[in-house]
């Protein structure tokens, strides 16, 4: 019998600690091999020649060339799936979200204590498959973001109905996708919220970047908060974001409890309070990521009457949840990552009244 072949696995870090647990981590999964460690890029790059892995993790902070700076010259010139594993020190975090927009597919947080050991062995040989089947992106980007003027110089027009509400989901690769949807959209957009699977102090610097690159407000959701027009909300990582209406204003609570589809925040416990509390006035978009996160939560909102979108097989780096979504029946309307923010900004303008959910089956752009 044919045995499958197993994804093998380079990790690549100066903490002879953190290279055990990770390699232990991955010992007992079946479909995972960790090939080899390396303390360094530069002793990475040799056993990446010889031993060929399908996906590295990554430090950020090493000796003798940071994490950084190997990326960009591994995505040049031999491109392949990394998992960044990142401190949370604050220019750690930086520099993480920074390689997510040269190439790298996922971030997880370092082991740092008995608690966080056993959430990244929750969750590190599910990102590791999600990681061997990612499209990785064919370009490299700039250096530096360019300036809102430049992004998008024509911003997606909409006729804003400030009574609407946008509800975007998304995971592995989402931190560029939703970027780039939201610094498509005008400063005069309908409340957003947002939640990205991203660990605990990363999103709070994801919202900040965000908001220095678009022309609506974005912030790290906080307790209490009021969703408004021209606001667009991050979940916090570590805790679930949910919409509720509190003597007749609609108010964002944050919490602990469990993880929801092996998430925390969780895309299903967002999609269901948005379907509960605001119904059809509300918009889904499932953007790239693994799993089924959302599909629940979505088909909630279609059942309510909202209109869904989901991002295409095409434009995903994974397609898991989207495809997920639509095999629900939640997705009114599939569409490649550059047509989304149109889209959107096209179902707040139309009056809930005429696109009941019932009248728009699916369809791909």
Known sequence: MHETRKIRVLVIDDSAIVRKILSETLASEPDIEVVGTAPDPIIALEKIKRLKPDVLTLDIEMPRMDGLTFLKQLMQTQPMPVILISSLAQSSVDIA??????????????????????????????????????????????????????????????????????????????????????????????????????????????????????????????????????????????????????????????????????????????????????????????????????????????????YNIAQDEATCVIFGMPREAIRAGAVDQTLPLDRIAQAMMNACATPVSEHPATSFPHRTA
């Not at 996922?106 to 990681?131: H, M, N, T």
């Not at 250096?143 to 809102?148: G, K, N, S, T, V």
Request: with cysteine; charged share 20%.
């Open 97 to 306: 979200l920074e390689a997510l927009r040269f190439g790298a597919v996922d971030v997880l947080a370092k082991p740092s204590g008995p608690y966080s050991v056993g959430e990244l062995r929750a969750s590190l040989s599910s990102r590791i498959r999600a990681a061997a089947r990612a499209k990785l992106r064919q370009h490299v980007p700039r250096e530096a973001p360019l300036p809102i003027a430049a992004v998008h110089d024509k911003p997606v027009s909409t006729l804003v109905n400030t009574d609407r509400l946008i509800a975007i989901g998304a995971s592995t690769g989402g931190t560029e996708a939703i970027c780039s949807v939201l610094t498509q959209l005008p400063a005069e957009v309908p409340a957003i919220l947002i939640t990205q699977h991203i660990p605990p102090i990363f999103s709070k610097s994801f919202a900040q970047r965000l908001d220095k690159l678009c022309r609506m407000e974005v912030r790290e959701a906080v307790d209490g908060d009021l969703p408004r027009p021209g606001l667009a909300l991050v979940a916090p990582g570590g805790f679930h974001m949910v919409l509720e209406r509190m003597g007749g204003a609609l108010r964002i609570k944050i919490k602990d409890g469990p993880l929801v589809c092996y998430q925390r925040p969780s895309v299903d416990v967002l999609f269901t309070s948005v379907a509960i509390v605001v119904g059809a006035k509300a918009v889904g978009v499932m953007l790239t990521g693994m799993g089924n996160d959302g599909a629940a939560g979505m088909k909630r909102m279609k059942d309510k009457g909202c």
